[in-house]
């Protein structure tokens, strides 16, 4: 039984260190996870698995439970993933520090409950980087997702079509040009309006995009509406489908032609 119990011990030290930057890794990402009430229970699996895809990778990783490190130099990061982080979160300086990495050329990965800002308007930059404005969702269904822009990196490792679990965002036009949907979900595949009494959702039609990028203020942006479910981060076609995004924010790479520019600003 004491084998047992610090063998569970070491797993969890493990398990909780940060994974640490090394010369030969390839960039270096900044995992900002800010538990809230709704998204909190989804870290204790999110954690090792972005640790484990770091390793598999390459690439060095730094986990913050915090918005602390908008208070220091984001200079030594390629890619910062707001992971169930809205921009809310970010007070005063902190909001010019993440303008300022953008605007340096940074890339942007923004995940789920990142992409609900409130109160909306009080800060225009970060609502045109996310490019959408959130509205509402429904409960958590099956849908049938599709790839959109098989020829971009979140899409790679997924199917044409896409049996996938999640809360189905709406999302008002698009706040800037340039967008280019990833992944839609086929609304004819689950219920738009099976929500919690006294809301209403109606759903976005044939035109409902769940995931997107831009090239924004010099830099990069990965959006993804998927990513609820804790069990999401032990599937390995939804961890396929976030590094993907990762690696093209980090590094531009992965795409043809001009839309991993990084000089248009929006």
Known sequence: ????????????????APVPASADDQFKVLVVAVPNRYHHDYTVVAKPRLEQMARQHGFGLDWAWNTAPFDADLSGFDAIVLLNTPGDELRGAQRAALEGFVRAGGGVVAVHRALIFNP??????????IGRAFRIHPMVQTALVRVEDASF???????SRWIWSDEWYEFGPPLVDGLRTVLSVDERSYDPGRIWPGQVARGMGADHPVAWYHAFDGGRVFVTALGHPP????DADYLAHLYGGIWWA??????DGDAGATDAGD
Not at 120 to 129: A, L, S, T
Not at 231 to 234: K, P, R, S, V
């Open 250 to 255: 980090a590094t531009g790479r992965g795409i």
């Open 1 to 16: 039984m004491k084998t047992l119990l610090a063998s569970f011990v070491l797993w969890w030290l493990l398990a909780a």
């Open 231 to 234: 069990a999401a981060y032990d």
């Open 153 to 159: 990196p979140a899409a790679f490792a997924l199917p």
């Open 120 to 129: 909306p308007g009080d800060w225009p930059w970060f609502e045109r980087m």
